[in-house]
């Protein structure tokens, strides 16, 4: 395989660049393999601009049967977030909590937006065509704290390693994850993609997040 970490000349979206350009964003390749390689485990390998593992998830849920928690850790496997799933829920829920403890505050939660009936969005589909254009598909909605608002939205597919972030006070974009290439003409697998995160936001946060939409969009 080629190597999967982003070249130095990597080209990012002009609308992730910081203001007057100051600020540079953070590139990194996602690889949905565990950095522990170990049969019976899943997870991510994540790479900054220099190559370097900058985050990690090793899941052993598949081998001992566990609860479903996950935990996304640095380069150098120190706990960072610990993602819950609520059991039972209609809407595919995943709360994230800081470090290795589900005691405290909860940091952020992930859901499914609630679907209209078919007819309805069939009616809304059309309305937004007539209108000039039709709306992304929102795949998941990110809540922060206890709030009762979604702050971010993914937008796209995920599946198709094709979409963004979006905050939705302002509309801007503050990630994106597309198709890793190795030149101009030649994509890689996707179980290795890029993503960059916007200057000023918890690249963490945006990973913790891509754990959360893998287990979502796969049904897990």
């Given at each position: 395989?080629?190597?999967?970490?982003p070249?130095?000349?990597?080209?990012?979206?002009?609308?992730?660049?910081?203001?007057?350009?100051?600020?540079?964003?953070?590139?990194?390749?996602?690889?949905?393999?565990?950095?522990?390689?170990?049969?019976?485990?899943?997870?991510?390998?994540?790479?900054?601009?220099?190559g370097?593992?900058?985050?990690?998830?090793?899941?052993?849920?598949?081998?001992?049967?566990?609860?479903?928690?996950?935990?996304?850790?640095?380069?150098?496997?120190?706990?960072?977030?610990?993602?819950?799933?609520?059991?039972?829920?209609?809407?595919?829920?995943?709360?994230?909590?800081?470090?290795?403890?589900?005691?405290?505050?909860?940091?952020?939660?992930?859901?499914k937006?609630?679907?209209?009936?078919?007819?309805?969005?069939?009616?809304?589909?059309l309305?937004?065509?007539?209108?000039?254009?039709?709306?992304?598909?929102?795949?998941?909605?990110?809540?922060?704290?206890?709030?009762?608002?979604?702050?971010?939205?993914?937008?796209?597919?995920?599946?198709?390693?094709?979409?963004c972030?979006?905050?939705?006070?302002?509309?801007?974009?503050?990630?994106?994850?597309?198709r890793?290439?190795?030149?101009?003409?030649?994509?890689l697998?996707?179980?290795?993609?890029?993503?960059?995160?916007?200057?000023?936001?918890?690249?963490?946060?945006?990973?913790?997040?891509?754990?959360?939409?893998?287990?979502i969009?796969?049904?897990?």
């Amino acid at each position: 395989m080629s190597r999967i970490y982003p070249a130095a000349n990597s080209k990012t979206s002009p609308e992730l660049v910081g203001e007057c350009g100051r600020s540079s964003p953070s590139i990194f390749t996602v690889w949905k393999r565990s950095s522990m390689n170990l049969q019976g485990t899943d997870g991510f390998s994540v790479f900054d601009e220099h190559g370097q593992l900058a985050f990690r998830v090793d899941n052993y849920s598949r081998k001992i049967g566990g609860c479903g928690d996950l935990v996304l850790m640095d380069g150098a496997g120190n706990t960072l977030l610990t993602l819950v799933p609520e059991v039972l829920s209609m809407q595919r829920v995943w709360n994230a909590y800081e470090g290795d403890c589900t005691g405290g505050g909860r940091l952020f939660s992930v859901r499914k937006p609630w679907k209209f009936p078919t007819c309805l969005c069939l009616c809304l589909c059309l309305m937004s065509t007539f209108h000039g254009g039709v709306e992304p598909e929102v795949e998941t909605e990110v809540f922060m704290g206890d709030s009762r608002w979604p702050e971010y939205s993914v937008e796209g597919s995920f599946e198709r390693r094709s979409c963004c972030v979006r905050k939705i006070s302002t509309g801007d974009v503050v990630a994106k994850i597309s198709r890793k290439r190795v030149n101009p003409t030649v994509l890689l697998e996707e179980e290795v993609f890029s993503l960059v995160v916007k200057p000023g936001l918890d690249n963490g946060f945006i990973m913790g997040l891509i754990v959360v939409l893998d287990r979502i969009c796969c049904g897990l």
